[in-house]
């Protein structure tokens, strides 16, 4: 299975694979061991499969590809792409985009490249979707700004008196009559 999911990969990932990762015979055997110690199922392994193919960049490790398969985020959490593109806008609409973000680090994702900051992206997002589908609590903060509204100054207004006042202060010392 490992092999042919590599064969896809190349398929899919094209040069990026080229530049980054082996994808041989002795990769396809470390990771058959790694995910048989970490005790994954085929449903799993097809779920981290179908996820994998439609990610910008490869999972780089056996853990990071099985994390895919066993996050339950389809349908109960938004896509992780897209949520990735509007942290790095910072657009926070879903908590679990702003606490993605806050491990990843808010900074790294306006300033890093999309090769560092996504994959670290693909590291936390399952992980905070999994803590948050297991009753952890993340909220994305009100904001506290008052809008602004504009009130004119009336002139039957007790202010009216106290601002003519201390405008006319100015206008003596300038020389200017009043």
């Not at 398929?11 to 048989?36: C, H, N």
């Not at 679990?96 to 670290?120: C, F, I, M």
């Not at 999994?130 to 904001?143: A, C, L, M, R």
């Amino acid at each position: 299975m490992t092999i042919s999911m590599f064969s896809d990969w190349h398929k899919v990932f094209g040069s990026k694979l080229q530049s980054r990762q082996q994808l041989d015979l002795r990769t396809a055997e470390l990771w058959t061991i790694a995910l048989q110690q970490l005790k994954t199922t085929p449903k799993e392994f097809k779920a981290a499969m179908a996820k994998s193919i439609t990610l910008e960049w490869p999972p780089t490790a056996p853990a990071d590809f099985l994390k895919l398969g066993r996050t339950d985020t389809a349908g109960s959490y938004p896509d992780m792409r897209q949520e990735y593109l509007a942290a790095a806008n910072g657009d926070y609409k879903h908590e679990v985009t702003l606490e993605t973000a806050n491990r990843v680090g808010t900074w790294e994702l306006k300033t890093q490249p999309e090769s560092v900051s996504y994959k670290s992206w693909q590291k936390h997002y399952p992980e905070v979707c999994k803590e948050h589908s297991q009753g952890k609590s993340f909220k994305v903060p009100e904001s506290h700004q008052v809008e602004y509204s504009h009130t004119a100054l009336q002139p039957d207004s007790p202010m009216s008196a106290k601002v003519d006042g201390f405008l006319n202060q100015f206008k003596h010392k300038h020389g200017d009559a009043v």
